[in-house]
């Protein structure tokens, strides 16, 4: 069988590969401002000049001290603060010649500075003076992870998980629910603190982001050694220059001063496990609400329009918790093989640390993708109090928790084992009031505990509410 290939096809929304692209263009185009290939050409640029600007500051570097002014330090931030598309396809041709990336970026720079500036060869030379490309790589990706990460990604958690779980769980803080163990009838809970029961998970992940995990890059020559600048200038005190310099980009980065020719990137793994975490957390939610609609307790608000299936017109689906969670899987299997890989590299360096981290927003996109796809699905959300209800008092076996610990606390023999054999029942036969009364009215006990046992039922045996 022969097939053909239409090699005019453009790339838009319909012919993207990636649903990323295509599809879900629409809801994650946020993130192509850190991770798509324009991204990453600027802020490249981003550090080459501010690089520059570092180093004219140097009054050892004489060259540089007629443009360390204000007036030049401003047109050289115009370069990556103006940047356009077209300069970034003006970098990818001169990549074609140069078939290295960084070397493309350096040339733009330097053309910029020579056409737009008037600068001589000889200030010129000192862009990318002393680098390899991975301190620019390794300076410019981590500092569009950090700045994604504060920008978009965790408000986005924030504003579409969070908020809205607190609301809810504040809403029906007191609304009594029959819980599940195993998948069987348990002590009561309520269906607020089950909420609170994610919003503490996710918000000791959030902490941790922004507490724990440090936001770490490389910047030190060929080998780490900072060697080309240490041969080339050695009064000066470079790795106190380079630890300042990082810090000037975004105050959360760290310089490694210890490293191969890359970042060792064991911190970039802490950081995609720690979303991969979140992400954990999320699809365990996503399972329990669902369950909760199949059960009844939560309905679903119906959109005008929207079909659920294409033969059974009566269909709501939770579909919004389904794409989340199958979304999420995705980001996992990407975080998981991206946290194991980065941190390996043969020797002093091998190439494949620079094909993986292209498809770092993937997985990011995959997750901001989930958390408006549960957003979404929360806000459709209406408590079914009739059917929770319902189910409650249908179970009054559950409160026999209560009786044989009152009991215990009364020094009444064996209490456990006396309920065992009243609530322990199969097939279609069910614990009622009137059961666990009857055998309240049995017992040998003073006629005030067998009121306090009676008062005990399935609705008000729900704990200690904290305040939240």
């Known amino acids: 069988m022969s097939s053909t290939t239409n090699s005019n096809i453009q790339l838009n929304n319909l012919t993207a590969i990636s649903p990323i692209d295509g599809r879900y263009w629409g809801q994650v185009q946020g993130l192509s401002e850190y991770f798509s ?61 140069t078939n290295h990336d960084i ?48 920008k978009v990604l965790i408000p986005q958690l924030k504003q579409s998980i969070l908020e809205p779980l607190r609301q809810y769980a504040q ?30 998970r996710l918000e000791n992940q959030i902490n ?9 890059c490389k910047f030190g020559g060929a080998t780490g050694n900072l060697n080309a600048h240490k041969v080339s ?33 064991d911190n970039v793994a802490s950081l995609l496990d720690a979303f991969k975490r979140i992400n954990t957390i999320l699809i365990d939610l996503c399972r329990d609400i669902w369950t909760y609609i199949s059960m009844e307790y939560f309905n679903q608000k119906l959109i005008k329009g929207e079909v659920g299936s294409s033969t059974m ?42 094909t993986v981290l292209r498809s770092i927003g993937v997985p990011f996109s995959h997750s901001l993708l989930s958390f408006k796809s549960i957003q979404r699905g929360l806000s459709k959300l209406v408590l079914n109090e009739a059917n929770i209800a319902k189910d409650l ?20 023999p064996k209490p456990y084992e006396a309920l065992k054999e009243l609530t322990r029942v199969s097939g279609s036969k ?29 609705f008000n045996y729900i704990g200690i509410i904290s305040d939240f």
């Open 37 to 97: 290939e324009y991204a990453l050409i600027k802020y490249r640029v981003q550090v080459e000049i501010e690089y520059f600007i570092e180093l004219s500051k140097l009054t050892e570097l004489k060259p540089l001290n007629p443009v360390n002014k204000e007036e030049d330090h401003k047109k050289l931030r115009d370069i990556y603060l103006q940047f356009k598309e077209s300069d970034a396809q003006k970098i990818k041709q001169i990549e074609k010649t």
């Open 103 to 150: 070397k493309a970026v350096e040339y733009f720079i330097k053309e910029k500075m020579h056409t737009e500036l008037q600068y001589s060869e000889v200030v010129t030379e000192f862009i990318h003076f002393g680098l390899t490309s991975q301190d620019i790589n390794n300076t410019a990706i981590p500092l569009s992870i950090v700045e994604s990460v504060e």
């Open 171 to 200: 809403q029906w803080k007191s609304v009594a629910m029959l819980a599940r163990t195993h998948g069987q009838p348990a002590t009561p809970t309520t269906v607020g603190k089950e909420l609170m029961v994610f919003i503490e």
């Open 208 to 216: 941790h982001l922004e507490q724990s995990v440090p936001h770490t």
């Open 233 to 265: 200038y050695p009064s000066i005190d470079w790795v106190a220059f380079s630890e300042r310099f990082v810090k000037i980009l975004h105050p959360s980065l760290k310089r490694m001063r210890f490293t191969t020719q890359i970042e060792h990137y």
């Open 313 to 354: 017109p009566h269909k709501v689906n939770p579909i919004d918790f389904e794409n989340a969670e199958g979304n999420m899987g995705v980001a996992n299997a990407l975080y998981e093989h991206l946290s194991a890989k980065l941190p390996i590299s043969r020797l002093q360096r091998d190439l494949t640390d620079s």
């Open 393 to 412: 008092d249908a179970n009054w076996a559950v409160v026999s928790e209560a009786i044989q610990t009152i009991l215990r606390r009364e020094g009444f």
């Open 430 to 458: 069910k614990i009622t009031e009137s059961d666990i009364h009857t055998f309240i009215d049995s017992l040998s006990i003073p006629d005030d505990i067998k009121s306090e046992l009676k008062l005990i039922t399935p």
